[in-house]
């Protein structure tokens, strides 16, 4: 179905524009910084961070703005609709308790991976990660994975529309060398990530593919870097996210 211009409610759409700057690195933020991230005006920006706030869908203190918990209403409907949380959650819960490691579930949605499921056995990163939380595709382990999914030519779009930050001093953030390395993780059928998205953290993701073959998420477990290096994570990990993957493979649609 074609959807025509003239149908689109602009004001709705800048609304929503405005709800994706916030983000757990940028969960409090002023109108100028809002404006920014979004592209908007700042007038534009000032209207919709206001009526977002006289909506409840927003804190404001006089200078910054932070999303409510209200808005957590938008993301609870979806991923009450979508089966796949619901199919991976209690073999993530057993896979963590057995590994007594942390253990997540994302899917890609355009630059980002969003994580759908999440078992925590301890705290591996500065942020806290739950479902609905999101981190750059290009620069994760599961994000590694759902690129090599796809083309070539589609994974470089995807990477052109991606601000690649070195997050540490770790990071890959030249579009050939990421892409040598999703080359590199198309043909192992796993990523390992060694401190690029954070400073003390490794991880290890493996692609979750349904009954017909299609790669619909990803499967990581994280660690402390302090804990092993990359090839410890192969060693010790791997065949358990692979045994998992193969399990699930004929749960998924």
């Known amino acids: 179905m074609t959807i025509s211009e003239r149908d689109i409610m602009g004001g709705l759409a800048k609304g929503l524009l405005v709800i994706e700057t916030f983000t757990a690195e940028r969960p409090r933020q002023s109108i100028a910084e809002v404006a920014a991230a979004s592209g908007l005006d700042r007038a534009t920006a000032r209207r919709c961070l206001l009526t977002l706030a006289h909506q409840g869908y927003a804190d404001y203190d006089g200078k910054f703005f932070t999303l409510s918990p209200r808005v957590l209403r938008l993301g609870t409907a979806c991923l009450a609709t979508m089966p796949l949380p619901q199919i991976v959650q209690p073999v993530l819960d057993a896979l963590s308790d057995r590994l ?8 890609l949605d355009g630059a980002e991976i969003v994580y759908i499921a999440r078992a925590a056995q301890r705290k591996v990163m500065s942020i806290a990660l739950m479902p609905g939380s999101r981190l750059p595709a290009y620069c994760t382990s599961m994000g590694r994975v759902m690129l090599a999914a796809l083309p070539e030519a589609e994974a470089r ?97």
């Not at 017909?212 to 990990?237: E, I, M, P």
């Open 100 to 107: 007594g490691e942390s253990t997540s579930v994302s899917i």
């Open 157 to 253: 779009t995807i990477l052109a529309r991606s601000p690649l930050i070195a997050r540490t001093p770790h990071t890959r953030t030249g579009p050939d060398a990421i892409m040598a390395e999703i080359v590199r993780v198309r043909a192992q059928g796993h990523a390992v990530n060694d401190q690029e998205v954070e400073l003390g953290l490794c991880s290890i993701a493996v692609p979750l593919v349904n009954a017909r073959g299609r790669v619909v998420a990803a499967l990581n477990l994280g660690l402390a870097a302090a804990q092993g290096d990359a090839a410890h994570l192969v060693q010790r990990f791997l065949p358990e996210l692979l045994a998992v993957a193969t399990e699930l493979r004929g749960l998924l649609r």
